[in-house]
């Protein structure tokens, strides 16, 4: 899924995200996938914020710079977007073919957008069919809306780099196809995948195969950095380097334990909340699993809270547990630490000119 731009060609993953950019490039074997680039630049917290693109120039040039650095060739590029700017929906309509659906997914969208139809660009996929209430056969589908000004923004700023957008993804539904190519979606698994980025948390809980519910949440790394430096009085930079090193200088660790284990309550909070609303609309008793990924999923003690709060097992996601890792090209131990911000990356590296 889900806006694909015709030309089977090789793609390379792309995430621009609120605090970095990451650069994801795989290769296909018999055997499944190897890695051939991968690298991540930060940004100023200022250039995207709650992502939007506040300064294309610095943002373009430092795509340019990540781009040369790992000698990245390809020019045609996966991207993905997330939050308020997306929506996604499972509705249900009466039965008819593809084609019958794509002239009249329009119409049909109208009721669940809260945007204006034209100002939207809209994608389907269809999930399968059941019967009504009233025992006629529905089919169930996954709509997309995206805003066209998000997505002319992202792609405008690909493009300046010297990039094609072949393809458009969403957040949530990367994190499934990596989640996908290295653990596999078991039929009768229930499982939550949750990627916590520096400003949208994507919640993507998978049933039967396929994804049955899905929530962008505007929380993530950035309010472990605010609420340290509110609390704390430090500076950006300090608060930065205080919330992802053990034992930081110059900072109490009490108080810092503190901090974070009040954002970590909050972020466990919108987690359990969002999954109580699935079970409850959808008279699913439970979950299997949970899975995290992104750069604030390593955040202390997190792990274990969500798994005490829910009663389930809750694990770090690794983006390259089933792709091969050359020893000779990467440091393999930097990039497993650096893996859990790699989760969109790997999920649109493996996409396809033309799949759905």
Not at 300 to 305: F, R, T, Y
Request: proline content about 3%.
């Amino acid at each position: 899924m889900f806006f694909s731009f015709s030309k089977a060609s090789p793609l390379f993953g792309l995430d621009i995200g609120s605090s970095a950019i990451k650069v994801v490039q795989l290769k296909e074997k018999k055997t499944g996938y190897s890695l051939e680039k991968f690298g991540i630049k930060s940004l100023a917290p200022e250039m995207i914020v709650d992502g939007t693109v506040m300064d294309a120039s610095s943002v373009g040039g430092i795509l340019k710079e990540l781009l040369s650095e790992q000698k990245i060739k390809l020019k045609d590029v996966a991207i993905s977007i997330s939050g308020h700017s997306v929506i996604v929906k499972k509705i249900s309509l009466p039965a008819m073919t593809e084609d019958e659906l794509e002239e009249s997914i329009k119409w049909e969208a109208e009721q669940y957008i809260p945007f204006d139809i034209n100002d939207v660009n809209i994608d389907f996929h269809i999930l399968g069919t059941s019967d009504g209430q009233d025992g006629q056969p529905q089919m169930n589908v996954l709509l997309v809306a995206a805003k066209k000004d998000k997505l002319n923004e992202y792609t405008a700023l690909v493009a300046d780099a010297g990039l094609t957008p072949r393809v458009v993804d969403v957040d949530a539904f990367a994190i499934e196809n990596m989640y996908g190519v290295n653990y596999g979606v078991q039929e009768t698994e229930v499982v939550a995948l949750v990627n916590i980025g520096a400003s949208v948390m994507n919640i993507n809980i998978l049933k039967n195969t396929m994804s049955s519910f899905t929530r962008d949440i505007s929380i993530g790394g950035n309010r472990y950095t605010e609420t340290i430096q509110k609390e704390l009085n430090l500076g950006y930079q300090d608060a930065e380097q205080a919330k992802r090193v053990e034992n930081p200088e110059g900072v109490n660790p009490e108080a810092l334990s503190a901090v974070i284990n009040t954002v970590n309550t909050e972020v466990a909070g919108e987690i359990t909340r969002s999954i109580d609303y699935f079970k409850t609309t959808t008279m699913q008793e439970n979950i299997d699993k949970v899975v995290l990924c992104g750069g604030a999923a390593r955040s202390k003690g997190l792990v274990a809270l969500l798994s005490e709060r829910l009663g389930v097992p809750v694990e770090l996601a690794n983006p390259f547990n089933q792709i091969e890792i050359d020893p000779k090209l990467f440091n393999v131990e930097q990039i497993q630490e650096m893996a859990p911000q790699a989760a969109v990356g790997v999920g649109l590296a493996i996409r396809k000119m033309g799949d759905r």
